[in-house]
């Protein structure tokens, strides 16, 4: 199973609302990261979890949360978000979260804010 | 500035023909690179890497070329089939002593025609 999954597909929200974003993987991995890409746009590393650590945040607002409950599961809480933050939402997991690492990408989940 | 650049933004090849995508960099500090595939409404799919040990690796009708004084390397893809239709980002990292974050190219979107 090489397989890492996302849900929600699609999001709609308001800028005041509270919503989170799920990723899930049963590789074994125990790195796991969220990126962000904008249309015409590489993906953007947000956050990276090593071993259920947050090791890496690559200065990102506060408004976004990240939550690593088990080394399977990764959240992206969101509150307060700004129109500018609607975009694809991509989770990756890798073996150990070192160089040389391939990363698996789940499907993303597109996000409106409005 | 980007560190990783793909400076062809579309590439049409015929079906059979060879598909060549480049892909330069900037930062002498990487030493470890990656194709990623995506397909619409689909995360990326890692495809081929190459360290800087080497100056080609293969894989089926996937070659990867790796010319280090130049900081450049390219993607062979031969022969081309319509389903090799999708964006191919190229991906940078740093094998030692990183967190495995990758660093993307915007992306190339090839198109194989029948």
């Known amino acids: 199973d090489t397989e890492v999954t996302q849900t929600p597909k699609h999001l709609v929200m308001g800028m005041t609302n509270k919503k989170s974003l799920k990723c899930e993987q049963h590789m074994g991995h125990r790195a796991m990261y969220w990126y962000k890409q904008k249309a015409k746009k590489p993906p953007e590393l947000m956050f990276v979890y090593s071993y259920e650590k947050l090791s890496i945040n690559e200065s990102v607002p506060s408004r976004f949360s990240p939550e690593c409950p088990n080394s399977s599961l990764l959240n992206l809480h969101l509150h307060a978000l700004q129109p500018e933050d609607s975009a694809l939402y991509l989770c990756?997991?890798?073996?150990?979260?070192?160089?040389?690492?391939?990363?698996?990408f789940g499907p993303g989940t597109r996000l409106t804010v409005t | 500035d980007q560190q990783v650049k793909q400076n062809s933004p579309s590439l049409s090849v015929q079906e059979g023909r060879i598909s060549i995508l480049n892909c330069d960099y900037t930062n002498s500090m990487f030493d470890y690179f990656l194709w990623y595939k995506k397909y619409p409404a689909e995360g990326p799919t890692f495809l081929i890497s190459?360290?800087?040990?080497?100056d080609k690796n293969e894989d089926g009708r996937f070659t990867v070329f790796l010319n280090k004084s130049a900081k450049h390397l390219s993607l062979h893809i031969v022969p081309s089939q319509p389903g090799d239709s999708a964006v191919y980002f190229c991906?940078?990292?740093?094998?030692?002593?990183?967190?495995?974050?990758?660093?993307f190219g915007k992306g190339t979107k090839l198109s194989v025609k029948p």
């Open positions: 991906a940078a990292s740093v094998l030692r002593g990183s967190q495995g974050n990758l660093i």
């Open positions: 990756a997991s890798s073996k150990r979260g070192q160089g040389g690492d391939e990363q698996y």
């Open positions: 190459i360290s800087s040990i080497k």
